[in-house]
T-cell receptor
Framework: EAQVTQNPRYLITVTGKKLTVTCSQN?????MSWYRQDPGLGLRQIYY???????DKGDVPEGYKVSRKEKRNFPLILESPSPNQTSLYFC??????????????FGPGTRLTVL | AQKITQTQPGMFVQEKEAVTLDCTYD???????LFWYKQPSSGEMIFLIY??????QNATEGRYSLNFQKARKSANLVISASQLGDSAMYFC?????????????FGEGTQLTVNP
């Protein structure tokens, strides 16, 4: 089944404890992206990657890191999480971003709480 | 300025009736795309429909249609014959191909409730 998977789905952690949220897609998509969703703000892009070893900042990159060593994986790293990073996180991927109708497909989401 | 504005935080509709969810956008690009996503209470984001700025006809996908009015910069989602399963949060999003390339910018969302 074609899908984007994220792990963990739920995570409660404490301030300053490094964590990684994994994202994997099995559709051979070139493009991958991370978003956070907060009430009243919709989804905001954190980082994106156009292909392997190519990453770039989105609208809200502060406090996050990413890497794209393999085409299928795009982990999100919080080196020192803070309470304002409590949010619902989505990973998304798409086949060919240069194509206008290219559609992003989303993972199931990761609900992160930082105490 | 907000690039995507959804002015209806919540909407209610009776089952089997049609409902329109509003979306206005702001861009100076000539080439852009508009997307609608559905987010049920389970949390996943489900792609519904796409409209390109150069598409001459309004997009349709089953019970979903997009009322695209380019001069007014609006891209309203119309759901016909509402079903209880349509109760969800709906997000309008835009890609500006000239300035932002692959980035999707989302609105704040509209919570739709379908009443039996």
């Amino acid at each position: 089944e074609a899908q984007v998977t994220q792990n963990p789905r739920y995570l409660i952690t404490v301030t300053g404890k490094k964590l990684t949220v994994t994202c994997s897609q099995n559709m051979n998509h070139e493009y991958m992206s991370w978003y956070r969703q907060d009430p009243g703000l919709g989804l905001r892009q954190i980082y994106y990657s156009m292909n392997v070893e190519v990453t770039d900042k989105g609208d809200v990159p502060e406090g996050y890191k990413v890497s794209r060593k393999e085409k299928r994986n795009f982990p999100l790293i919080l080196e020192s999480p803070s309470p304002n990073q409590t949010s619902l996180y989505f990973c998304a991927s798409s086949f060919r971003p240069a194509q206008r109708s290219d559609t992003q497909y989303f993972g199931p989401g990761t609900r992160l709480t930082v105490l | 300025a907000q690039k995507i504005t959804q002015t209806q935080p919540g909407m209610f509709v009776q089952e089997k009736e049609a409902v329109t969810l509003d979306c206005t956008y702001d861009t100076s690009d000539q080439s852009y795309g508009l997307f609608w996503y559905k987010q049920p209470s389970s949390g996943e984001m489900i792609f519904l429909i796409y409209q390109g700025s150069y598409d001459e006809q309004n997009a349709t996908e089953g019970r979903y249609s997009l009322n695209f009015q380019k001069a007014r910069k609006s891209a309203n989602l119309v759901i016909s014959a509402s079903q209880l399963g349509d109760s969800a949060m709906y997000f309008c999003a835009m890609r500006e191909y000239e300035t932002s390339g692959s980035r999707l910018t989302f609105g704040e969302g509209t919570q739709l409730t379908v009443n039996p």
